[in-house]
């Protein structure tokens, strides 16, 4: 017998949770390309999208994953044989780097670990050993390590050092979860996409970009047909916004997805995340009072509100991991990043996520599934997490 059996709930960091109301919007016969409600949704659809990111600046939609987007990115800020400066805190940080190399642009990466934040010291050596990178990287939240970043700050050093370089910033796992203000922080180039706080199937990429990123790409020679982002900021055709057919079933569930999140309100759904992430993380400090349950990140000021990652120890974390799938229907994220491929120590890795569509329910629900779980495995832990969750997620 299984209490799997029900509705199952996905805890990983995306694919979210997709609302019913994204769902249904999306079942519908393929509509018109040419003329007609789809062409007329997407000028408003654009308009929400630059909210949600807090920016008046610009906009390029693609046919993609998250990967899509750094691509999209890198093809219009560099050069072959630029400079980048990455700021990397977790294996998606060290991932873009990658994927620069790649590219033929020359990343300089400054690893602050996995289980750390951007140190600002070491971020200033790193600018001033390159004083004319052409961009300095950050993920505001590694959705491996659960670090976030403050974005701000490393817009104020590059100022205060004069540095020239574009800010580009992933919020891939941060968008419509963390706090997050393009134009305010003085970020040039912040790539995202649908399937995490945006609470839409995976396969829409974005790039947002000021006026000074948008003058540096005019130079650069990675730009190909269908990277460049220009026709996709102001396409004289609609069919150029997406360089061919348009990805038509995704925007519907993208429009009713960003209705849901002005209909909460942007700030609300900051807060909702913010207190989630509190249950979480009190659950999790009261299992390790009695165990092996740790936080990857120790400073609550530095975890991200949308992914949480964890440890215990030995193989327990893909122990506990499948028993919550196969018998309680709860799927949690896998360990990601934390080992590399082969060496020991990768089971005792996982990341609750809990972003975009998920409420109290939810969260404590998962929760209450961990601790079962814990029990079910015998794996030694604190009690008293569930009370724990149920206070931080009402602490104001």
């Known amino acids: 017998m299984s209490l799997a059996n029900g509705r199952p709930y996905l805890a990983i960091p995306g694919p979210s949770v997709m609302p019913d109301r994204v769902l249904n919007a999306m079942h519908r016969a393929a509509p018109n390309i040419y003329e007609g409600a789809l062409i007329d949704m997407v000028p408003a659809l654009r308009a929400d999208l630059k909210a949600v990111a807090c920016t008046a600046q610009n906009l390029g939609i693609y046919i993609g994953n998250g990967h899509a987007a750094w691509e999209a990115a890198d093809c219009n800020a560099f050069s072959r044989g630029d400079t980048a400066i990455v700021l990397a805190t977790g294996r998606f940080g060290i991932g873009w780097a990658e994927h620069l190399q790649a590219l033929g642009v020359k990343a300089v990466v400054t690893d602050f670990g996995k289980s750390s934040p951007i140190d600002l010291n070491r971020a200033e050596a790193a600018l001033r050993a390159h004083p004319n990178a052409k961009a300095v990287l950050v993920t505001h939240v590694d959705t491996a390590s659960s670090a976030r970043n403050d974005v701000a700050a490393i817009r104020r050093l ?148 949308s992914v949480t990652a964890v440890r215990l120890s030995g193989p327990d974390g893909t122990r506990l991991r499948r028993w919550c799938e196969q018998e309680a229907g709860v799927t949690l994220g896998i360990g990601l990043g934390m080992v590399e491929p082969g060496e020991p120590g990768g089971d005792a890795f996982f990341r609750i996520a809990h972003m975009g569509h998920v409420n109290a329910h939810m969260t404590l629900g998962a929760l209450a599934v961990i601790d079962a779980g814990m029990k079910a495995l015998d794996i030694p832990h604190g009690p008293g997490a569930l009370d724990a969750a149920a206070r931080a997620m009402l602490a104001a």
């Open 158 to 305: 590059m100022d205060d050092l004069h540095h020239p370089g574009l800010l580009m910033v992933d919020c891939i796992a941060s968008l419509a979860c963390d706090e997050f203000r393009m134009d305010d922080w003085g970020v040039d180039v912040m790539v995202a996409a649908s399937q995490k706080g945006l609470m839409t199937p995976p396969g829409l990429a974005f790039v947002f970009f000021s006026d000074k990123a948008r003058e540096v790409a005019k130079t650069s020679d990675l730009r190909t047909p269908y990277w460049d982002w220009e026709p996709r900021t102001d396409a004289k055709q609609f069919y150029q916004n997406w360089f061919g057919t348009s990805p038509t079933h995704h925007l519907f569930g993208l429009r009713e997805a960003l209705t849901m999140i002005h209909e909460e309100g942007l700030e609300n759904v900051w807060a909702r995340h913010a207190a989630l992430a509190r249950a979480v993380w009190a659950a999790a400090a009261a299992w390790g009072q009695g165990g092996a349950f740790a936080l990857n990140i120790d400073n609550p000021a530095h975890r991200g509100h």
